[in-house]
């Protein structure tokens, strides 16, 4: 009896326990979910400073002058006096082709073009006999001892005497510029260097044969570049290439030389796009820019592989905060509008498709630029206009004054976790501010 009147005390307590810490429970989720969630924040103070808009760039190191050296005509390659690398001289030579089948042509030219000339000779003394004839039978006919017949058959003869002699010259001017052709060839079989500098690269050797012509690119035989000047031509984005002007200063940094920034000069920017991946969802549009390097003191070889950082524009003493800050936000009264159709419209595709266009823009359009500023311990969303920024900040040209406490992290309560009137707590020097400055 007394044993079971222990049992039954034990329950008792086991199950009184239990329903208080159920209680405990309870109490905890019912006044937990009122309180409202505090979201950690990092900050920083509004200020005034210089920006410099800067678009980046990679590429490669060229010259800025390089010659293609072509055979212009067909034949061996004889000589070729230099090797990859040799430093040349405007004028030098460089490769010669066998020039003996030009100079047996230029040779028959000159026979040609002789023989021309003595037929002009010949045809210049029959005119002249003929034109004594011509005069001595118009003394006879005046004296009527010849008839007329006679006198216009001697006439036709004198003006197919003349016209005998105007032909011999046109086929003298003729063979003149044949041999000139001739010539001209015989002397394109030896190459001179069209500039100093250095044979970058050798493609033919000596002993090959090579063709060419007046009409189409003969065959590569070498390179030859000034290294005087040099330039990083750089592929830039067609959204970004608007936004650079011949003259703007770039930075570049050439992997060669990890320790230097060298100081360049943009100088051209193509008018044509290149574009990779053409159809795919991989398409890249890009335009080349040219950077002319005002570094001379450092030997660059030809396909250094290059980064450049071309300022497009400087802003001083701007409104800025760091470029985390600003997010994009639509209007809270906007979102899930949905463009549908009015009873009644045209239901065809075309309609269709320009619903959808004009959903997209009226997308864009509700999108506002925000930050967001600390207030006592409430985040504060301010819409803002922006303007150029740098690779850590961005000009506020509307929304926000000087010194106001502005949030720069993290990311997660920038982009989603903030709204207007968020109870937030600063911490600056915590472990997530630590790791933030260090990624900066």
Do not use: W
């Amino acid at each position: 009896m007394g044993k079971t009147k222990q049992k039954n005390k034990k329950k008792i307590i086991v199950f009184s326990a239990i329903g208080a810490l159920v209680v405990i429970l309870i109490l905890v989720v019912i006044f937990g979910s009122g309180k409202e969630d505090v979201i950690t924040v990092q900050t920083e103070k509004v200020k005034r400073m210089t920006i410099t808009q800067v678009v980046e760039a990679t590429g490669k190191i060229y010259p800025e002058t390089e010659v293609k050296i072509n055979a212009e005509v067909s034949g061996e390659i004889i000589q070729l006096p230099v090797e990859d690398g040799d430093r040349i001289t405007k004028g030098q030579l460089l490769v010669k082709i066998n020039p003996d089948a030009y100079v047996a042509e230029t040779e028959q030219a000159q026979a040609s073009l002789n023989s021309a000339k003595a037929r002009v000779e010949q045809r210049q003394a029959d005119l002249k006999v003929l034109e004594r004839e011509l005069e001595r039978q118009k003394e006879l006919f005046q004296k009527d001892l010849i008839s007329e017949s006679d006198i216009e058959s001697m006439q036709n003869q004198y003006e197919v005497a003349k016209s005998s002699l105007a032909a011999a010259k046109f086929d003298v001017q003729n063979q003149e510029a044949f041999l000139k052709n001739r010539r001209e060839s015989l002397r394109r079989t030896s190459i001179f260097s069209p500039i100093d500098g250095y044979v970058t690269q050798l493609i033919s050797k000596e002993g090959e044969r090579v063709s060419g012509s007046s009409f189409t690119q003969g065959t590569e035989i070498m390179t030859v570049s000034d290294l005087s000047l040099m330039e990083a031509r750089v592929e830039v984005n067609e959204n970004d290439v608007v936004l650079i002007s011949i003259g703007d200063t770039a930075r570049v940094e050439v992997d060669a030389y990890p320790d230097s920034i060298f100081v360049a000069v943009v100088h051209q920017i193509a008018n044509t796009a290149s574009t990779r991946g053409l159809g795919t969802q991989e398409e890249v549009t890009n335009f080349e820019v040219r950077l002319l390097l005002l570094t001379k003191s450092v030997q660059f070889r030809p396909g250094m592989s290059c980064t450049a950082k071309i300022e497009t524009e400087t802003k001083r003493d701007v409104i800025a905060v760091p470029l985390q800050s600003v997010t994009t936000r639509e209007e809270k009264e906007k979102k899930g509008r949905r463009f549908a159709k009015d009873e009644g419209e045209d239901s065809s595709e075309d309609t269709e498709e320009q619903n959808g266009i004009d959903a997209v823009k009226k997308k864009k359009e509700d999108a506002q630029e925000v930050v967001f500023i600390v207030d006592g311990n409430l985040a504060r969303k301010r819409i803002v206009k922006t303007g150029i920024s740098s690779a850590e900040y961005i000009e506020i040209q509307e929304g926000l004054d000087e010194g106001a406490k502005v949030v720069k992290g993290s990311y997660r309560a920038i982009s989603r976790e903030l709204e207007d009137s968020t109870a937030v707590k600063i911490d600056n020097e915590g472990m997530f501010a630590k790791r933030f400055k260090k990624e900066e």
